[in-house]
């Protein structure tokens, strides 16, 4: 056997040794069909799943390619039942096509006059499908394009879409080569064009990048590329103003043509930043605002954060099959496990890039974890004994012992920019007022919000209490610390977008670290732990301390 | 003269190296140590030993040997020479037959004519006249059945079997036969071709009366009326030897087949094969240990049918995550290698203490795929047919299952060195092919190979001497009994265990490879394994930490132990997790003790702790003021008030509130008792020898869990079990040996008390159903019960009942 940098599991885990030194090449091979699970520092997990062999099929990879580069790669023999497996997953996309017939518009034709048959008298399927043309032909309406492409998927012979895209109204857009104000020169940075190029190749698509690492960059690319009217869904409005700021520093755009589509201001410009609040408002049992998605012949349709797709806009995607589609997120986690409704709605993973690798190449903050356990008082320890269940996590969380360790700590930390953020208002406002800092949270006006998050950025102002509204989407440039003292339970998820606020390169390449404050013997722990977890996995080492040691922190 | 008659010198007159090889080939000859030369050849002309020889034989030593039974016979002197033989057999020449009959006659199947009139010796027999003459052991003719080489009864057998008949083919010489013959209507020749195979027919009426017109009419009656088929009952015909051979155009044996058939051969890769089969072998070996580290922690029970039930099965495949096939093939192999045993006593399969874990995986997988050769068992069987066969179970249990395995594979091996290319790929020997060519090497074994072959063949696959159904080397080493070359090579394959772990920050350690079993055993103990595969994933927890610091480790030990087997450094969370876990364990201990003492006075309990008049009772002091001892309290009162000290008796907390209910509370959640009596780990436990002293007091002891250093240890191997008996729950759902006796006590009382329960049974297709049923009566092992959803009175078997339930009042 050679001495690869692989080991092939029978339970559909690869394990990747990062220390061998042909680990990089092995990456690239197996990132086009595995799925990557969790990668902390020695050994990565990669996961082998139908819908990460279908889409290595859709890019053309066939089962031969896959099975050899197993074989080549892997240390120990690879089990014979899973290689078996993946041919015949594999045999089962493109049985199937989705094609622009001439006379009959969509269609569905396939090789495989059984499966055909079978998928036909699939309870669900069955009614999508017009007549048919001949034994291996049946039409397809064009508006159950996205949802037949999701039933095909769960009833496992997933069909290949070639009806292709509508184009879309052209509207030229191009980047610009320095920034208009400042005229300092920029340019895509290698990973992001290759982003690019994969999803432009592919079609439709997510492209998953971390925090900091410039995925609205990618997004204006791929306008550039596209060069027709784009629809862009954001999470919240500061999110869009933002967007609208960047598209005109980075690309030929004026004011004129970029529409805001939020709660305050309904404007539809050839490119049109909508919220995903809006979007999902629902008055009277219908969605007044969803029109906006079809309504209009957008060529491009982008997805801000992804991975917080609200469901009324997942049901209206299904209908948008005809209109390029492309996801940016951080995280393709998804507490509620729908990772595989992006998949098949928006479309296959198209670029997928470690945190850690984009950290080596320096465009993301390297950043350091601290977890400081704290010891509750012995009256608090009572009360949390004998609170209800439902009260338990909050009254853990919001311990005044914290708020004294998080005085410590901004003390430490004096002159560098530091977020606090939480969970619990009450909590927060508490430390708003030890700190003598401005607090940010649902209730602050966006105007507010604004000219704070301005003058932090400016550095005139270092400390901001936050609450779980700066999780998304906020540019902090130059945030170097951040305390967490209270999170909404366990979500993996939020835990990545909090230390992604850090994740922005500094100027002067500085770590950032960022802290969590739990308290011992309660369920906060627990929660912390599960985060922690995901972090380690997401290859984020990190240290735990108890308060009482923070002294000796090392800077 | 009679055959056994020449065959007694002849085989006297063999040299050693040929009874040598007669042995080799014919084990059976001296197999129980054979008296001497007589001995020897009635016992190579018995029956059973002939039966076992011919069954060794190829198509064309068969075929030859089929021909001459039919044209020789030692006792009426009727020899052959080779040449006479080869013109009875088609396609044969001399020198092909010559090569045959000699083997045959190696095999002491065949006799050589004796020269007439002097003893006989083997270097007159080649020079007699020439050619020597040859004739089949009489006894032969019985092992090959009743019609050799597919062809009936001599005509003059068959009138003398059925004289008041008419036989009118009787009266003809062989010319006028081959006239009549040459001269049949179509008709009836289309007929005749019917009898290729076997000379019997079915015809209903066969024994009608024929007249001449009729037969005109009807090609059957036409040959019947001419007695070129005759019938022996009402219903069947034979055809006459004489016409048989006609009809093959007066050979004996018309389709020859000297050379082996081709067989189709399809092709993998040779990496493919290589990868397959090693995957295979080592899984097969995780498969095995992981399977007796259960099975030596829960011995396997057996049913009073005999094997292991599906519900055991069921229970091992999930503990190992596994299905139930393998786990069923791997208690099989188990048993085959003698790595498991029933114990008699118990009647449940336990692990032979064989030292298995500790062997290099190499010989471990020899003694695998040796164990899987000889054994006569088919785990094939197992699953199959209905009522399913169980694993162990003795329906499984096949004397013939080693030849017919070698069998299977000697023909795999065979077409595998055949279709052996340069290019890469290997030749897989499918089950068809298979079939095929071990008809041409065994025919008299091969329709028995052909219902378990699949099974062997999957067998081989997953014990990896095949891999993706084509041989591997070594595979074929293993087949041709080469066990030091398939020790080389596997040596050369399976990689050294590793001994180093790669620790993570999420609380992982993964073990690249095949671990050796003592690092695997301790990391099992300080983490969770996950995961399945060449590699192992520990997961690291405070459960875990937990359960190895009760283990009796210690931070430190367990912090070596990481820096020793690391191939990194350790990650900061799992230091902190391993000390901060250890820091607090211990916050609460659990022991066991029957009575306690509590005074104000230390000094007496002091001395209470140190006299020697009461080291029966083993007093071990909890705190200053607390003793606790293991005998039951009226003995240590007893001892106490013998001693001059009368002590008050404390009420019985569990039995409502006494006197003493707020001390027995006390015993175990004061705080400063924890911390002074806390046993020291390592400490010598001392015997405990309260037994007898108690006993006089007219009581004994019974012992809780022991913790170390607790001076309560007993040497006993009951008290273990009782130990063992008291840390388990006393009921568990579901499972375990006790649910047959619940479920019986349950229905019983359900059937006292004409209540309604809940019953969940399986069929014998495994198909799960819940029921709601009034239990009528339970007898033999049955339940009759009335089913109110269909008005009607059902039974099952008590031993597919998987649970059932009262249910409850409406």
Same mark, same amino acid.
């Given at each position: 056997?050679?001495?690869?940098?692989?080991?092939?599991?029978?339970?559909?885990?690869?394990?990747?040794?990062?220390?061998?030194?042909?680990?990089?090449?092995?990456?690239?091979?197996? !990132?086009?069909?595995?799925?990557?699970?969790?990668?902390?520092?020695?050994?990565?997990?990669?996961?082998?799943?139908?819908?990460?062999?279908?889409?290595?099929?859709?890019?053309?990879?066939?089962?031969?390619?896959?099975?050899?580069?197993?074989?080549?790669?892997?240390?120990?023999?690879?089990?014979?039942?899973?290689?078996?497996?993946?041919?015949?997953?594999?045999?089962?996309?493109?049985?199937?096509?989705?094609?622009?017939?001439?006379?009959?518009?969509?269609?569905?034709?396939?090789?495989?006059?059984?499966?055909?048959?079978?998928?036909?008298?699939?309870?669900?399927?069955?009614?999508?499908?017009?007549?048919?043309?001949?034994?291996?032909?049946?039409?397809?309406?064009?508006?159950?394009?996205?949802?037949?492409?999701?039933?095909?998927?769960? !009833?496992?012979?997933?069909?290949?879409?070639?009806?292709?895209?509508?184009?879309?109204?052209?509207?030229?857009?191009?980047?610009?080569?320095?920034?208009?104000?400042?005229?300092?020169?920029?340019?895509?940075?290698?990973?992001?064009?290759?982003?690019?190029?994969?999803?432009?190749?592919?079609?439709?698509?997510?492209?998953?990048?971390?925090?900091? !690492?410039?995925?609205?960059?990618?997004?204006?690319? !791929?306008?550039?590329?596209?060069?027709?009217?784009?629809?862009?869904?954001?999470?919240?409005?500061?999110?869009?103003?933002?967007?609208?700021?960047?598209?005109?520093?980075?690309?030929?755009?004026?004011?004129?043509?970029?529409?805001?589509?939020?709660?305050?201001?309904?404007?539809?410009?050839?490119?049109?930043?909508?919220?995903?609040?809006?979007?999902?408002?629902?008055?009277?049992?219908?969605?007044?605002?969803?029109?906006?998605?079809?309504?209009?012949?957008?060529?491009?349709?982008?997805?801000?954060?992804?991975?917080?797709?609200?469901?009324?806009?997942?049901?209206?995607?299904?209908?948008?099959?005809?209109?390029?589609?492309?996801?940016?997120?951080?995280?393709?986690?998804?507490?509620?496990?729908?990772?595989?409704?992006?998949?098949?709605?928006?479309?296959?993973?198209?670029?997928?890039?470690?945190?850690?690798?984009?950290?080596?190449?320096?465009?993301?903050?390297?950043?350091?974890?601290?977890?400081?356990?704290?010891?509750?008082?012995?009256?608090?320890?009572?009360?949390?004994?004998?609170?209800?269940?439902?009260?338990?996590?909050?009254?853990?969380?919001?311990?005044?012992?914290?708020?004294?360790?998080?005085?410590?700590?901004?003390?430490?930390?004096?002159?560098?920019?530091?977020?606090?953020?939480?969970?619990?208002?009450?909590?927060?406002?508490?430390?708003?007022?030890?700190?003598?800092?401005?607090?940010?949270?649902?209730a602050t006006s966006v105007k507010e919000r604004q000219r704070l998050f301005g003058e932090f950025?400016?550095?005139?102002?270092?400390?901001?209490?936050?609450?779980?509204?700066?999780?998304?989407?906020?540019?902090?440039?130059?945030?170097?610390?951040?305390?967490?003292?209270?999170?909404?339970?366990?979500?993996?998820?939020?835990?990545?977008?909090?230390?992604?606020?850090?994740?922005?390169?500094?100027?002067?390449?500085?770590?950032?670290?960022?802290?969590?404050?739990?308290?011992?013997?309660?369920?906060?722990?627990?929660?912390?732990?599960?985060?922690?977890?995901?972090?380690?996995?997401?290859?984020?080492?990190?240290?735990?301390?108890?308060?009482?040691?923070?002294?000796?922190?090392?800077? | 003269?009679?055959?056994?008659?020449?065959?007694?010198?002849?085989?006297?007159?063999?040299?050693?190296?040929?009874?040598?090889?007669?042995?080799?080939?014919?084990?059976?000859?001296?197999?129980?140590?054979?008296?001497?030369?007589?001995?020897?050849?009635?016992r190579a002309s018995s029956r059973a030993s002939l039966s076992r020889a011919v069954e060794r034989?190829?198509?064309?030593?068969?075929?030859?040997?089929?021909?001459?039974?039919?044209?020789?016979?030692?006792?009426?002197?009727?020899?052959?020479?080779?040449?006479?033989?080869?013109?009875?057999?088609?396609?044969?020449?001399?020198?092909?037959?010559?090569?045959?009959?000699?083997?045959?006659?190696?095999?002491?199947?065949?006799?050589?004519?004796?020269?007439?009139?002097?003893?006989?010796?083997?270097?007159?027999?080649?020079?007699?006249?020439?050619?020597?003459?040859?004739?089949?052991?009489?006894?032969?003719?019985?092992?090959?059945?009743?019609?050799?080489?597919?062809?009936?009864?001599?005509?003059?057998?068959?009138?003398?079997?059925?004289?008041?008949?008419?036989?009118?083919?009787?009266?003809?010489?062989?010319?006028?036969?081959?006239?009549?013959?040459?001269?049949?209507?179509?008709?009836?020749?289309?007929?005749?071709?019917?009898?290729?195979?076997?000379? %019997?027919?079915?015809?209903?009426?066969?024994?009608?009366?024929?007249?001449?017109?009729?037969?005109?009419?009807?090609?059957?009656?036409?040959?019947?009326?001419?007695?070129?088929?005759?019938?022996?009952?009402?219903?069947?015909?034979?055809?006459?030897?004489?016409?048989?051979?006609?009809?093959?155009?007066?050979?004996?044996?018309?389709?020859?087949?000297?050379?082996?058939?081709?067989?189709?051969?399809?092709?993998?890769?040779?990496?493919?094969?290589?990868?397959?089969?090693?995957?295979?072998?080592?899984?097969?070996?995780?498969?095995?240990?992981?399977?007796?580290?259960?099975?030596?922690?829960?011995?396997?029970?057996?049913?009073?049918?005999?094997?292991?039930?599906?519900?055991?099965?069921?229970?091992?495949?999930?503990?190992?995550?596994?299905?139930?096939?393998?786990?069923?093939?791997?208690?099989?192999?188990?048993?085959?290698?003698?790595?498991?045993?029933?114990?008699?006593?118990?009647?449940?399969?336990?692990?032979?203490?064989?030292?298995?874990?500790?062997?290099?995986?190499?010989?471990?997988?020899?003694?695998?795929?040796?164990?899987?050769?000889?054994?006569?068992?088919?785990?094939?069987?197992?699953?199959?047919?209905?009522?399913?066969?169980?694993?162990?179970?003795?329906?499984?249990?096949?004397?013939?299952?080693?030849?017919?395995?070698?069998?299977?594979?000697?023909?795999?091996?065979?077409?595998?060195?055949?279709?052996?290319?340069?290019?890469?790929?290997?030749?897989?020997?499918?089950?068809?092919?298979?079939?095929?060519?071990?008809?041409?090497?065994?025919?008299?074994?091969?329709?028995?190979?052909?219902?378990?072959?699949?099974?062997?063949?999957?067998?081989?696959?997953?014990?990896?001497?095949?891999?993706?159904?084509?041989?591997?080397?070594?595979?074929?080493?293993?087949?041709?009994?080469?066990?030091?070359?398939?020790?080389?090579?596997?040596?050369a394959a399976l990689p050294a265990p590793v001994e180093k772990v790669l620790l993570q920050a999420?609380?992982?350690?993964?073990?690249?490879?095949?671990?050796?079993?003592?690092?695997?055993?301790?990391?099992?103990?300080?983490?969770?394994?996950?995961?399945?595969?060449?590699?192992?994933?520990?997961?690291?927890?405070?459960?875990?930490?937990?359960?190895?610091?009760?283990?009796?480790?210690?931070?430190?030990?367990?912090?070596?132990?990481?820096?020793?087997?690391?191939?990194?450094?350790?990650?900061?969370?799992?230091?902190?997790?391993?000390?901060?876990?250890?820091?607090?364990?211990?916050?609460?201990?659990?022991?066991?003790?029957?009575?306690?003492?509590?005074?104000?006075?230390?000094?007496?309990?002091?001395?209470?702790?140190?006299?020697?008049?009461?080291?029966?009772?083993?007093?071990?002091?909890?705190?200053?003021?607390?003793?606790?001892?293991?005998?039951?309290?009226?003995?240590?009162?007893?001892?106490?008030?013998?001693?001059?000290?009368?002590?008050?008796?404390?009420?019985?907390?569990?039995?409502?509130?006494?006197?003493?209910?707020?001390?027995?509370?006390?015993?175990?959640?004061?705080?400063?008792?924890?911390?002074?009596?806390?046993?020291?780990?390592?400490?010598?436990?001392?015997?405990?020898?309260?037994?007898?002293?108690?006993?006089?007091?007219?009581?004994?002891?019974?012992?809780?869990?022991?913790?170390?250093?607790?001076?309560?240890?007993?040497?006993?191997?009951?008290?273990?079990? %009782?130990?063992?008996?008291?840390?388990?729950?006393?009921?568990?759902?579901?499972?375990?040996?006790?649910?047959?006796?619940?479920?019986?006590?349950?229905?019983?009382?359900?059937?006292?008390?004409?209540?309604?329960?809940?019953?969940?049974?399986?069929?014998?297709?495994?198909?799960?159903?819940?029921?709601?049923?009034?239990?009528?009566?339970?007898?033999?092992?049955?339940?009759?019960?009335?089913?109110?959803?269909?008005?009607?009175?059902?039974?099952?078997?008590?031993?597919?009942?998987?649970?059932?339930?009262?249910?409850?009042?409406?």
């Open positions: 056997m050679s001495d690869g940098p692989l080991i092939v599991q029978s339970d559909k885990t690869i394990l990747l040794e990062v220390g061998h030194e042909a680990a990089t090449a092995a990456r690239h091979a197996i !990132a086009a069909f595995a799925e990557l699970e969790r990668a902390p520092e020695h050994v990565h997990t990669y996961r082998i799943t139908p819908l990460g062999l279908w889409n290595a099929r859709a890019a053309g990879l066939d089962a031969e390619q896959v099975l050899d580069t197993l074989l080549t790669y892997s240390r120990f023999p690879v089990p014979h039942a899973l290689l078996v497996d993946i041919e015949e997953v594999m045999s089962r996309y493109g049985r199937l096509r989705l094609e622009k017939d001439p006379v009959h518009g969509l269609v569905m034709r396939t090789t495989d006059f059984p499966v055909l048959e079978e998928v036909s008298r699939a309870k669900k399927i069955g009614p999508l499908l017009g007549p048919r043309i001949d034994p291996l032909t049946v039409v397809v309406h064009s508006s159950q394009r996205g949802t037949l492409k999701q039933l095909l998927l769960r !009833a496992g012979w997933p069909a290949e879409d070639l009806a292709g895209y509508v184009d879309g109204t052209p509207h030229p857009i191009a980047l610009t080569a320095s920034e208009p104000g400042s005229g300092t020169g920029w340019s895509l940075r290698p990973y992001q064009n290759l982003a690019v190029e994969n999803f432009w190749a592919g079609g439709s698509g997510v492209v998953v990048l971390p925090c900091g !690492a410039g995925k609205t960059l990618v997004g204006a690319a !791929a306008m550039a590329v596209s060069g027709t009217t784009t629809l862009i869904l954001v999470t919240n409005t500061v999110s869009a103003r933002q967007w609208k700021d960047e598209l005109l520093r980075r690309t030929t755009l004026t004011e004129a043509e970029i529409g805001e589509y939020s709660g305050a201001v309904k404007e539809v410009r050839p490119v049109t930043i909508a919220t995903y609040q809006v979007l999902a408002m629902r008055r009277g049992g219908l969605y007044p605002h969803l029109e906006l998605l079809n309504g209009n012949d957008w060529g491009l349709i982008i997805y801000d954060e992804v991975h917080l797709l609200p469901a009324p806009i997942f049901r209206m995607t299904a209908d948008l099959q005809a209109r390029r589609r492309l996801g940016l997120t951080a995280t393709l986690v998804r507490e509620d496990g729908r990772e595989g409704e992006v998949f098949s709605l928006i479309g296959p993973k198209r670029y997928d890039a470690p945190w850690k690798d984009i950290e080596a190449q320096g465009y993301i903050a390297p950043a350091d974890c601290v977890e400081v356990r704290v010891d509750l008082p012995q009256d608090e320890r009572m009360a949390y004994a004998m609170a209800d269940d439902a009260d338990k996590y909050r009254l853990c969380s919001t311990s005044d012992t914290k708020s004294a360790v998080v005085e410590t700590l901004v003390a430490r930390h004096a002159g560098e920019q530091l977020l606090v953020i939480g969970q619990y208002i009450d909590q927060l406002d508490d430390l708003a007022a030890r700190l003598d800092a401005p607090l940010i949270t649902g950025r400016a550095g005139t102002l270092h400390t901001l209490v936050v609450s779980k509204v700066a999780n998304f989407s906020i540019d902090l440039p130059e945030a170097s610390v951040a305390i967490q003292v209270s999170g909404s339970f366990g979500s993996r998820q939020e835990e990545a977008q909090r230390l992604g606020r850090l994740m922005r390169p500094k100027s002067d390449g500085r770590t950032a670290r960022f802290y969590t404050l739990v308290a011992r013997d309660t369920i906060d722990a627990d929660f912390a732990a599960k985060r922690q977890r995901f972090l380690a996995e997401q290859g984020y080492a990190y240290r735990i301390l108890d308060a009482a040691d923070i002294g000796e922190l090392q800077e | 003269m009679s055959s056994l008659r020449s065959l007694i010198p002849e085989l006297a007159a063999r040299s050693d190296a040929s009874l040598r090889s007669l042995f080799a080939a014919r084990a059976d000859l001296w197999h129980p140590p054979v008296a001497d030369f007589a001995a020897l050849a009635a034989l190829t198509l064309p030593q068969l075929q030859t040997l089929q021909a001459m039974v039919l044209v020789t016979d030692p006792e009426q002197d009727k020899y052959r020479t080779v040449p006479e033989l080869a013109g009875v057999i088609a396609g044969a020449d001399p020198d092909m037959v010559s090569g045959l009959v000699a083997a045959l006659h190696r095999l002491a199947l065949v006799v050589a004519a004796p020269p007439p009139d002097q003893e006989p010796d083997k270097e007159d027999v080649k020079n007699d006249g020439g050619a020597p003459r040859f004739a089949a052991l009489t006894s032969v003719r019985e092992v090959l059945g009743a019609h050799p080489a597919g062809l009936g009864r001599p005509l003059r057998e068959l009138a003398a079997a059925r004289p008041q008949s008419r036989h009118p083919a009787l009266e003809l010489d062989p010319a006028e036969l081959a006239g009549l013959l040459a001269g049949a209507p179509p008709q009836a020749l289309g007929v005749l071709e019917k009898f290729v195979d076997s000379p %019997l027919g079915t015809v209903s009426g066969a024994r009608r009366s024929v007249s001449a017109e009729a037969a005109g009419a009807n090609p059957v009656d036409w040959l019947l009326f001419h007695g070129l088929l005759v019938a022996i009952d009402d219903f069947h015909v034979e055809l006459p030897f004489e016409v048989g051979v006609l009809l093959r155009r007066g050979r004996i044996i018309a389709d020859f087949a000297p050379a082996p058939p081709a067989v189709p051969v399809e092709r993998v890769k040779t990496s493919v094969c290589a990868n397959a089969a090693l995957s295979a072998i080592g899984s097969s070996l995780r498969a095995m240990t992981a399977l007796l580290g259960e099975v030596s922690a829960t011995p396997v029970q057996t049913l009073r049918s005999g094997g292991v039930g599906v519900r055991e099965v069921r229970r091992l495949a999930k503990t190992l995550s596994t299905d139930m096939a393998q786990v069923c093939f791997h208690l099989e192999l188990a048993a085959m290698a003698h790595l498991v045993t029933l114990d008699p006593d118990t009647s449940r399969w336990r692990v032979a203490p064989t030292g298995w874990p500790d062997r290099e995986r190499p010989e471990q997988w020899l003694w695998l795929a040796s164990a899987w050769l000889a054994g006569d068992r088919l785990p094939g069987v197992v699953g199959t047919g209905s009522p399913a066969v169980n694993a162990l179970a003795a329906e499984a249990f096949r004397p013939d299952a080693p030849v017919l395995r070698r069998l299977a594979l000697e023909t795999v091996a065979e077409v595998h060195a055949e279709g052996r290319r340069d290019d890469a790929t290997e030749p897989v020997a499918g089950p068809d092919a298979v079939v095929v060519r071990a008809a041409w090497r065994r025919p008299r074994l091969a329709h028995r190979l052909h219902a378990v072959l699949p099974g062997v063949l999957a067998e081989a696959e997953r014990l990896g001497v095949t891999g993706s159904g084509a041989l591997t080397a070594v595979g074929a080493a293993v087949v041709a009994g080469r066990w030091d070359d398939a020790l080389d090579l596997l040596d999420d609380l992982t350690a993964v073990a690249p490879g095949f671990l050796s079993p003592r690092l695997a055993g301790e990391l099992a103990l300080l983490a969770d394994a996950e995961g399945q595969g060449p590699a192992t994933i520990y997961r690291f927890g405070a459960a875990s930490i937990r359960r190895a610091l009760d283990a009796g480790r210690s931070a430190e030990s367990i912090m070596a132990f990481l820096v020793e087997h690391a191939a990194t450094d350790i990650p900061q969370p799992l230091e902190y997790l391993v000390r901060d876990t250890a820091a607090r364990h211990g916050l609460l201990t659990v022991g066991s003790g029957a009575t306690f003492v509590t005074s104000e006075d230390t000094a007496l309990l002091a001395g209470l702790l140190a006299g020697d008049a009461f080291a029966p009772l083993a007093f071990t002091a909890l705190a200053p003021t607390v003793l606790v001892s293991p005998a039951p309290p009226r003995a240590v009162a007893a001892a106490l008030r013998k001693a001059g000290l009368p002590p008050a008796l404390a009420a019985d907390p569990s039995r409502g509130a006494g006197p003493g209910a707020g001390l027995g509370a006390g015993l175990w959640s004061g705080g400063p008792a924890r911390t002074a009596t806390r046993p020291s780990r390592g400490g010598e436990p001392a015997p405990y020898e309260a037994p007898q002293a108690v006993a006089s007091v007219g009581t004994t002891a019974a012992n809780g869990v022991v913790l170390p250093g607790n001076r309560l240890a007993e040497p006993d191997e009951v008290g273990a079990q %009782l130990v063992l008996l008291r840390s388990k729950p006393v009921l568990t759902h579901g499972a375990g040996e006790a649910a047959p006796a619940i479920v019986l006590e349950t229905l019983r009382s359900a059937v006292r008390h004409r209540r309604a329960v809940r019953l969940t049974t399986a069929s014998g297709s495994g198909e799960v159903e819940t029921l709601r049923l009034y239990p009528l009566s339970i007898a033999e092992g049955r339940v009759r019960a009335f089913d109110p959803g269909h008005d009607s009175e059902r039974i099952f078997g008590i031993h597919r009942i998987m649970d059932v339930e009262p249910e409850e009042d409406a």
